[in-house]
């Protein structure tokens, strides 16, 4: 049999498709976080990052999930930025210039993904990457018929991991080996992620977001102090002159624990006084905590106005700058994942269940990511560009407004034959369609109907032509206008400008009679209602 590679052409453990290959490593089960985030100072982090350079991830892997745990902030933009993936379609597309055989595998590698258990699941722990620079998913293979399928995708932590110090962009497996052990192609899906450059232990986000998160850490404790000691009424105690030891302990006790219990007992000589709380202010310790939210947020969805709105700089045109930034991290965070999912899972796939497969002609996974174009400008805009004789292709219409051609079998949206709004005694008939062979041919006698035209030559309908046909009274039309228009017409026959004429009838408004008008008009609205009753059901 021949040997089988992955995709940068190096074989793989065949035991990789029966077991993990953390079965044999199951001491790293037993490696318990060590929360380095507690007690964390400036130079106590300046020391885990060094140490991540050095290859020894464990502190730098606790402390990035200790602060995704411990800020909400943290927390609620990173999953914005992770999650947004889920809501994206996506697709297996044949390689560039396919033939049939290639359209045909990557329909069924897109059944294949389509089966898998657990697949949003797979690309959510896949963005884990974003913050560590890099997510590893050990893959579980079964037999099915006679297929090789993933049974189990799991997210390992990165803390399980190390990088050697020869290649400090190569991830192992901490072992009995002071380099670590490789990972077994076929055995892994490992997504690097790149949100700024650098080798693994330096291209993760939150290497960026580290120092605001322990500056603003800082701020909060700062904040809780602060409250404590300001927001307090100062307990006072006063003892005679005399009192012994004992005494002004029981007094002091008292003092500290009526802040807490609101009950005490001192002598009758000794007082305690309340004094009001000291003044200060919590402006400066909010203002650290919000400067560092505020490049947190920067550092991972680009902005600020898609996370909180200060009053000020919130306008809807400068969110909408925002949100672009947004979308064009979406896209760079589609394009990294689609290309690990494409060449460390569908290429694993591919190798172990068809013959020949070509590394360099792989399925493509691909997120739709492309906004679609405004329908309506585009339905305006290209009929004229057309008729302007622009060579314009199907094909490059569909991409823009995201509308996928038409397959075999599928319904297709039509417009309704115009013909068929016409009253049935005013349609034309039906064109014959050709006999069948062996048939007798109809007659060929020809039919015409008669059909009703207004004074233009338009065809109208009957009950339109009797609603044009029935004359309201015109002497009576022509006394109520009359009545309307009578002080314009004294006002130009007075020798008054148009716009006093126009004047004279505003103010004569308030006492016209329009009475005889509106009768008028009430009888005309209530003819059309009782005609279009009695009729348009026919």
Known sequence: MAQIVDVNGNPIERRALSEQQTA??????????????RGLNPHRLARILEDAERGHLIAQSDLFTDMEEKDPHIFAEMSKRKRVLLTLDWDVVPPRNANAAEKKLAAQVRE?????????????????????GFSAQEISWQRLGSLWMPKTIEHRPQ????????????????????????????????????AKSGYIARGGLHRVLAWPYLFKNMGVKDLAEFLHIYGLPLRLGKYPNGSTDEEKRTLLQAVASIGHNAAGIIPDEM???FQEAAKGTDAVHLSLINYMERSQSKAILGGTLTSQADGKSSTHALGNVHNEVRHDLMVSDARQLAATITGGL?????????????????????????????LKIFSEALP???????????????????????????????????????????????????????APIAGTRM????????????????????????????????????????????????????????EALLSAQPDMSDDQVAELL??????????????GGG
């Open 271 to 273: 007082k305690i006084e």
């Open 447 to 502: 039919t015409y109907k008669t059909v009703l035209t207004n004074d233009r030559g338009e065809v109208i309908y009957p009950d339109q032509h009797a609603l044009d046909e029935t004359a309201l009274p015109a002497d009576a039309i022509a006394a109520g206008i009359d009545k309307l228009l009578a002080p314009v017409v004294a006002a130009i026959r007075a020798g008054e400008t148009p716009d006093d004429a126009i």
């Open 159 to 194: 803390r399980w991991f190390m990088n050697p110090w020869h290649n400090r962009n190569e991830i192992r497996l901490r072992g009995v080996d002071v380099d670590g052990t490789p990972l077994w192609p076929f055995g892994w899906l490992v997504h690097r992620h790149k």
């Open 384 to 438: 004229k560009l057309v008729g302007m004789g622009l060579p314009i292709t199907v094909d490059w219409a569909r991409e823009k407004l995201s509308i996928p051609a038409a397959k075999d079998g599928d319904t297709l949206l039509s417009i309704p034959n115009p013909i068929m709004a016409l009253p049935p005694e005013f349609r034309p008939p039906a064109e014959k369609r050709p006999a069948a062979p062996g």
């Open 24 to 37: 044999q490593l199951a001491w790293l089960q037993y490696s318990y976080e060590e929360h380095p985030a």
């Open 112 to 132: 294949w993904i389509d089966d898998l258990p657990g697949f949003e699941d797979v690309m959510l722990d896949g963005m884990d990457a974003i913050g560590h």
């Open 522 to 535: 009430a009888r005309a609205l209530f003819v059309a209602d009782i005609w279009g009753r009695l009729h």
């Open 346 to 374: 569908i290429w694993p796939m591919l190798a172990l269940n068809v013959a020949n497969a070509d590394p360099r002609r792989l399925p493509q996974f691909k997120f739709e990511t492309r906004e679609p174009e405004d």
